[in-house]
């Protein structure tokens, strides 16, 4: 079993992109889940920090934490060091006084301590605080939690995500920030092997995370300056555009130039009604049509909009396995759907 160590404010999206990659993912604490296997896929999540191979879990309470450690059977050999975390600042928990206590307990078990470069480390966990309430996501159940999870790190998030869009070759005002990009190419099923679509692409955000996770990445958008746009982020972010892991074409994602189950996941930020000129009605086809295309080409999808799309996502053909409202600023909440093709 694994602890994970979530980031973000929404544990619930992050603990649904952790399932992406990890099985049998439920929510603890605050900032913290469960995984019965955690594999390499997990170092490319946006939204987990770090998976630790279990030692063990008690309340958020250092004594309570010596205790399990000193109980615990410990299969390593090597230098240690220990390195504690008060999750979001919620348990209150002094993480040098668990630090300097659980380093007490391996030195007396014979560990020596090393903290510049340990062969493994122990990571501590403390979080306590009401989880969210989410019925597509497990041990989401809005109770109040207090958790110490202990275990040796085992995968690192790698954050490798590409530079914020502003940085980027090619920008448009309305880019996606790139963890989100990444987290929706996850869910979509971006990976080694696995081909992704972004029917929508834009400035190339999402194509662009797909390729750096290692999926064939291909972009489709109706405007020739978002195809030449997108490309140049690819070239610049994933390799040259004589590498086949991406391709770009200009098209119209409510008649894709694809043949049907041409790839195996679709993830797409719709135009929002309030920046373009598109007429409401027209906006609702255009998703509806594009939603029905997708649900051709791909058997699994992430929409990403500025309003709920649920509708006209089952009028496609699509089962909405999950939710999710997310606040950008103010004036923008994103709706994300992550769905099933029926
Ligand atoms: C919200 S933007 C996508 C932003 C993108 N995720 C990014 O990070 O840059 C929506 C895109 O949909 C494109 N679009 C609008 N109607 C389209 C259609 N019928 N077919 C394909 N693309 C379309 C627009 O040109 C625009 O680039």
Redesign the pocket.
Known sequence: MYWLELSGEEDAFAAHEAASAAAGVELLAPGIARAGAAGPAVERLAYTRAAHEAIGRTEADVDAAVALLEAAGIDREGTVAVRARDVRGSSGVSTSDAERALGQVLVDRGFEVDLDAPDHTLRALFAAGRRPDHDAVAGADGEESSVAALGWVAREGRRDFAPK?TDRPFF?P???APAD?RAYANLAGAAPGRRFL?????????AVEAGLVGAEAVG????AK?VRGTRRNLREYVGGSDDPAWHVAR????ALPLRDDAVDGVA?????GRQSKIATHDLAD?VAG?LAETARVAPQAVLVADRDWRSEARGAGWRVDATFERRVHRSLTRHVLTLTRE
């Open positions: 869009p448009q309305g880019s996606m990009a972004d029917p929508m692409c834009g400035t190339g955000g999402l489709t958008d109706a405007q978002m098209g119209d994602a409510t797409f930020d719709a135009p929002y255009l594009a």
